[in-house]
């Protein structure tokens, strides 16, 4: 039996957030073998097996093997007892606690209603759309695992989902996904599929819960070529007086200009330096005529008076 409003408990080693399970099946079973959704490693003399169990909006641990001892918040137990939110319970050596995202009511609202996450600069998602964890989000790492052995990346202890489901293996900006031979399947925008590269905003499916693909956040091009430049050039105050006005004072100040690479030289307006290179050039043309004239003066005296 499955209990959806009870789907916010969790179990972790204590002080270890990593290795968070959430409880989203009306039995969740902790032992040292075959039967396990959470995997025991702790010292045993036998078969170690503990019942977390979900039952009419209460959670409950109950110990079936009697082989290791178990505490509860420091006592010791060996028959069923009624745990909540915060308590620590003790297998062996192995400290673990409860927790309920219902005690935090934001947490609450956050877990279990979907809304668009922010992307990451660097990690692709996966976020949780639909199902017992709709609302989380997951970064994927170079190879993610998703099933619901405890030693899978992404752990989802459900009955529906086999042990190793599904992986997931970000290469070359790409994401990869390959079905580990599951028992139900894996599908993909309604599809059954053994092995596919994924695209941005994908639906993965596994069990009862679809997740969407979200990818890292583009960064924004930095292109040289593409940005203009800003020169701008700082020209003291110059009064020049012109050769053929000598009442004349060009003043000027500080002048910019804006080039692109497609435009050279593409000037806002004309410098003092701009000004006095014409003015020589007027100049020196001035000066060739005169001395051409002169020039040609001289030859025809010569000529009349030879």
Not at 83 to 97: A, E, L, R
């Amino acid at each position: 039996m499955h209990v959806d409003k009870l789907a916010m408990y969790k179990i972790q080693e204590k002080g270890r957030p990593e290795t968070a399970v959430w409880l989203i099946n009306a039995m969740t079973i902790i032992s040292n073998d075959d039967t396990a959704d959470i995997p025991f490693y702790g010292s045993s003399t036998g078969t170690t097996k503990v019942h977390i169990l979900l039952q009419d909006s209460e959670i409950y641990l109950q110990d079936v093997s009697l082989n290791t001892p178990i505490s509860h918040n420091n006592h010791r137990v060996n028959h069923r007892v009624q745990i909540h939110h915060g308590d620590v319970i003790k297998i062996g050596n192995t400290s673990y606690q409860i927790l309920n995202g219902q005690a935090n009511q934001a947490s609450m609202v956050s877990a279990t209603s979907y809304q668009p996450i922010a992307k990451d600069p660097k990690h692709w998602q996966l976020q949780a759309i639909d199902g017992e964890i709709k609302g989380r989000s997951f970064k994927l790492g170079t190879q993610t695992v998703i099933g619901r052995d405890a030693d899978s990346n992404i752990c989802i202890p459900n009955e529906q989902l086999s042990r190793r489901h599904v992986q997931l293996i970000v290469t070359g900006g790409k994401v990869l996904l390959q079905d580990l031979n599951s028992t139900n399947g894996t599908f993909i925008n309604g599809k059954r599929v053994e092995h596919r590269i994924l695209d941005e905003n994908d639906e993965l499916r596994v069990g009862r819960i679809t997740f969407k693909l979200v990818p890292p956040k583009l960064e924004p091009s930095n292109n040289s070529n593409e940005q203009k430049t800003m020169i701008t050039a700082a020209v003291p105050k110059v009064q020049v007086k012109l050769a053929n006005n000598p009442q004349a004072n060009l003043s000027t100040t500080q002048k910019s200009w804006v080039t692109k690479p497609t435009s050279v030289g593409n000037r806002e307006d004309d410098s003092i330096d701009i000004i006095l290179a014409k003015h020589m050039r007027t100049k020196k043309l001035a000066l060739s005529l005169f001395v051409a004239s002169i020039a040609g003066l001289s030859g025809l005296a010569y000529w009349l008076f030879a």
